[in-house]
């Protein structure tokens, strides 16, 4: 029986010694030794004697790789790190060669030669090795497990021949929804699957864009992945009528585009391109546009007045009518969805000349009539409307003595002026006399009336 350690390990001695060789045996060492009928310290004279069969050692750190969840011992410095190293990945191999070749197979294959199914990501593969853990297995087959991967049995799980080892590997991906964009780590091999893991699939069945396809594989390296969901956008262009489009786009803008709308150098998205857009949002477009118009104008005449000394002041008579002219006229004008808001003349061009109205004013001063009791009616014109002829306070009440239109008119005012602030304080007079003595007293002046004393 070997005088062995409870735990051997590898040693970084650059020699092979007997804590390597049971680090290598591992429990079984004993029966495998007897059976090729060989004791440690020959063993180990064989495998040195076979140095073709050995890789150089050299003096550089070699980092040992160890599967997701094992704890690796940090490497000895220089050289004896490399020796360790060396001695973990290629000994075990030497060892099994060695006692193959003195048995010629049996119990020695069997017992350390294993076959263990392998199946990564769904795929799997039969591996022969001579590993005792899950750990020491995917060592031999050369396969790393990274922090995001998982795996079962767990690394320092025993694995025997016949085993089975399940590894999913993760992979990286950049999701953008709508823009929102996240960093995510799955276990899936096909967007389809990553879509379940990340909680998204319900945007399959809600008319979601992909910028990949469903059944696309996930790459080992990871992928971006964008989703568009669909959505409801109502869309007011200038002065048309809204209308409701669906629509994939994240942004105005995009949904500008996607609709094939042109914008004006004057028009204007309201929210701007860069607003996002979100299902039930509405988009708001100010279309101001700017066109040159030509339109014909009437030309008014121009009214040029004669006086005449003969007709009395106040009188006119048109001596020749006048004829209005035509012109076109030019305009800048300015809309903002469907309204004009902004009218500017260019320049215009005369038609047809617009002959002058001639009109013959009177300038003869009418003859006043004669009246009587002047006084009485100052004092009367200075209570109705403080002493002021000409008086219009836009009552309806003219002059001194405040007569209203239709009195001025019916007693023959109209004889002396349109209106009663128009015409002369004797005018004035001669038509109140008329309307006093038609009356019998001063009750169209009522209240400066009693005030005077004077009889209504």
Known sequence: MLDRPSDPEFSSDPRITRDDILAVLGPDADALMDEANVDVDELIRLINAETTMLPAIVDTPVEPTAAAGTSVDEPDGGLAGAVKTWKKRFLKGSVLAMLITLTGGGAAALAMNK?????????????????????????????????????????????GDGGVITLERGRHMTVSVDGEQRQVWVRATTVDEALGQLGLEDLKNEGAKFSAPLDSDVPLKGMALEVKTQKSVTVYDGGEKPREVT?????????????????GPQDRLESGPKASLKDGAEVYISRTGVSVVKQKETIEPEVRTIEDPEMEQGKEVVEKPGKAGEELVSYRVTKENGEEIAREEINSKVLKEAKDKVVRVGTKEPPQPQITG??????????????????????????????????????????????PHEASREQQIAIATQVRDDRGGYSAWPHCAAQLGLPT
Not at 247 to 263: F, N, P, R
């Open 115 to 159: 076959s263990v199914t392998l199946d990564i990501d769904g795929s799997e593969q039969t591996v022969r090795s001579f590993g005792d853990t899950v750990g020491e297995v995917l060592d031999d087959a050369d396969i790393d497990v990274g922090k995001h991967d998982a795996l079962s049995p767990s690394p320092q799980a025993e694995v």
């Open 247 to 263: 629509t994939h786009a994240v942004t105005a803008g995009e949904l500008i585009d996607e609709l094939d709308m042109k914008l």
């Open 374 to 419: 002047g006084a009485v009616w100052d004092r009367l014109a200075n209570c109705e409307a403080t002493g002021d002829w000409s008086i219009n306070t836009g009552n309806g009440y003219y002059g001194g003595l405040q007569f209203d239109k239709q009195t001025w008119d019916a007693y023959g005012g109209d004889q002396y002026a349109a209106y």
